[in-house]
C-alpha cells in the first residue's frame, strides 16, 4: 500500500554491525544504533562512564568479554540523538583491524542487547528519521559503489541535496496549482476560481518543461552511474576473448584456438582514462546446429540491441568485406546500432595491408597489443560523446527509479494539458497534477511502500 513515509524509529531495536570491509587493516569500526546505544555499549567499555558524557566525544577504554578478558583496547566515539547519522543515538566503536577482532566486539554488543543490523539499515534508520530524503539515501549507496570520479561527483551532488531541491521546487509549483483548482472545485456553486486558465496552463507547462530538462540527462547520468556498456561481437575465433583480456590487462577469459570456446557472455569492468567501462564478452556469430551454442548467440543479440558500445571485430585476413558484411546483418535487424569496427589480428597481415583496413576502423592485435592504445582512445572519447560534460551542482537523473518517476509525471501534465485543451472540468485536471504531484513524491520518499524501501536498501551493505 502507497502512503507518506513515517518520520520516526520510534521502540526500534538498538543495531549493531561492523562498518569496515572484513579483512586485515589498521583499525576496524563497529556501529551501534538505537534509542540504547549508549547504554548497550557502556555494558562492554571499561573506561570512561559513556552514558554522562557529552556528544561527539572520543574515549579510550577497553572492551571486555564476559569473564572480564580484554578483547581489544579502542577509541569510542559517542553521538546524542538527534546529531548523529542515523538521527538516533550511536556509539562508533574503533578496534585494531582484523576480522577476528572486529567480530568479537561485535559479538560482546550482541551478547548485551544490540541486534545484529541488516543491510542499509542504518541509512533506513536515517531516511525515516527525517536525516536525509529517498533520493539522498540512495546516493549514499550510489557514493560507496562509484567506479569513476564523475560518478564520485554526481553521487555527492545528489546526497547534498541538488537533486532533492530540483523536485522539491517543481513538485511545490504543482502542489500550489492543485490546492488552487481543489479550492475552485469547493466553491464551483458560487463560479468563484482561484486560479485561471491561463495561470493553470502556464503552471502546468513550467512543470513539464522542467521535468523534460531533467530526464533529458538521464541517458549521461545512466553512462556515469552504470558505466558504458561495450559489447564485444564477432565470429567465432576472432579474437573477442582475447581483445578482452588485453583491455583488462589481466587474463580473464579462456582463450583457446577451438571455435565456439566462449558459449555464455562474460561481463567485467574496467576504468579507462577515468571513464567507466563495462566489456561483455559474448558467444560467436555464426550459423550452427548446436542447441547450447544458439542459445549463446541469441543472448549476444540481446547484448548487441541492450550496448551503448558494439565493438564489431573481424580477422584482418579477410580484409574490409568481411567486417562490411556481417555490419550490415547486424544493421539490418538493429536501427542506429552503435558500431564500432575492429579488425584483429593485424601480427598477421603486412602493414599496406594495416593501412588500408585502418581507414574502415581499428587496425589491433590482441595478442601483440598493437593498436590497443588507439581503441582505448577510440572508446574513451565515443564515451565522453555519449554522456557530455557535467559540472558540479548540475541535476543531473543517474538513477533508472528516478527517471522511471519522472517518466510518469510527465505524462501525468501532459494528460493534463490535454484535458485542459479539450475544456474538461477543473475535476479532471487536478487529478493528473496530483499524480504528477505523487510520482514526484516519490523520488524523495514523501510517498513510498515497505517494498520500494526494501528493494532500495536491500543494494546497501551490513554496516551502512
Known amino acids: 500500500m502507497t502512503g507518506t513515509a513515517p518520520n520516526t524509529t520510534a521502540e526500534q531495536p538498538t543495531i549493531a554491525a561492523v562498518a569496515t570491509p572484513p579483512g586485515t587493516g589498521g583499525i576496524a569500526v563497529i556501529r551501534v544504533s538505537g534509542d540504547q546505544a549508549i547504554s548497550v555499549a557502556s555494558r562492554v567499555f571499561v573506561g570512561t562512564d559513556i552514558e554522562t558524557v557529552d556528544s561527539h566525544t572520543a574515549h579510550h577504554g577497553r572492551i571486555q568479554d564476559a569473564a572480564g578478558d580484554v578483547i581489544d583496547d579502542v577509541l569510542l566515539t559517542v553521538f546524542h540523538a538527534p546529531r548523529s547519522y542515523t538521527g538516533e543515538n550511536s556509539v562508533e566503536i574503533s578496534c585494531h583491524g582484523g576480522a577476528i577482532i572486529a567480530q568479537s566486539v561485535l559479538r560482546r554488543l550482541l551478547e548485551v542487547g544490540a541486534v545484529h543490523a541488516e543491510a542499509g539499515e542504518y541509512t533506513r534508520r536515517a531516511f525515516l528519521n527525517g536525516k536525509m530524503d529517498l533520493s539522498q539515501a540512495e546516493a549514499v549507496a550510489d557514493l560507496i559503489h562509484a567506479q569513476s570520479e564523475e560518478a564520485r561527483r554526481a553521487s555527492v551532488d545528489q546526497l547534498e541535496g541538488v537533486l532533492s531541491a530540483y523536485i522539491g521546487e517543481v513538485r511545490e509549483s504543482l502542489m500550489n496549482a492543485a490546492s488552487m ?16 486558465a491561463a495561470e493553470l496552463t502556464a503552471s502546468i507547462a513550467d512543470a513539464a518543461q522542467r521535468i523534460e530538462q531533467a530526464l533529458s540527462t538521464y541517458a549521461s547520468g545512466r553512462l556515469i552511474r552504470d558505466g558504458v556498456r561495450v559489447a564485444l561481437l564477432g565470429p567465432p575465433n576472432v579474437g573477442k576473448s582475447s581483445l578482452l583480456n ?6 580473464r577469459a579462456i582463450v583457446t584456438d577451438i ?5 555464455d557472455y562474460l561481463e567485467e569492468q574496467v576504468l579507462l582514462q577515468g571513464e567507466y567501462f563495462r566489456l561483455i564478452d ?20 540481446r547484448i548487441m540491441q541492450e550496448a551503448d558500445i558494439v565493438c564489431l571485430l573481424s580477422d584482418a585476413r579477410e580484409g574490409v568485406a568481411a567486417g562490411t558484411g556481417m555490419r550490415l546483418r547486424l544493421e539490418s535487424s538493429i536501427e542506429e546500432l552503435p558500431l564500432l569496427t575492429v579488425f584483429n589480428k593485424a601480427d598477421l597481415v603486412s602493414d599496406e595491408e594495416c593501412d588500408a583496413l ?6 589491433i592485435s590482441a595478442l601483440d597489443g598493437d593498436g590497443i592504445d588507439s581503441l582505448k582512445n577510440t572508446l574513451v572519447a565515443r564515451a565522453r ?5 557535467s559540472e558540479k551542482g548540475m541535476v543531473l537523473v543517474t538513477n533508472a527509479r528516478h527517471a522511471e518517476c519522472l517518466r510518469r509525471a510527465l505524462a501525468a501534465l501532459v494528460n493534463a494539458k490535454q484535458a485542459g485543451e479539450r475544456g474538461q472540468t477543473e ?8 499524480q504528477a504531484i505523487d510520482a514526484l513524491s516519490e523520488i524523495i520518499g514523501e510517498v513510498t511502500t515497505e517494498d520500494l524501501l526494501n528493494s532500495i536498501f536491500a543494494r546497501f551493505c551490513i554496516g551502512k
Do not use: C, H, K, N
Not at 483548482?181 to 485561471?196: C, G, K, P, R, W
Not at 588485453?246 to 587474463?251: A, D, E, I
Not at 571455435?259 to 558459449?263: A, I, K, M
Not at 585502418?358 to 587496425?363: A, F, K, N, P, Q
Open 246 to 251: 588485453r583491455l583488462l590487462s589481466r587474463q
Open 358 to 363: 585502418s581507414r574502415e576502423g581499428e587496425v
Open 259 to 263: 571455435p565456439g570456446t566462449t558459449r
Open 282 to 301: 559474448t558467444a560467436g556469430l555464426r550459423d550452427s546446429s548446436d542447441s547450447i551454442e544458439l542459445e549463446g548467440m541469441a543472448i549476444s543479440r
Open 385 to 389: 560523446s555519449m554522456r557530455g560534460a
Open 427 to 434: 475535476e479532471f485536471l487536478a487529478y493528473e497534477v496530483r
Open 181 to 196: 483548482m481543489e479550492l475552485s472545485l469547493d466553491f464551483v456553486e458560487e463560479d468563484v476560481s482561484f486560479l485561471s
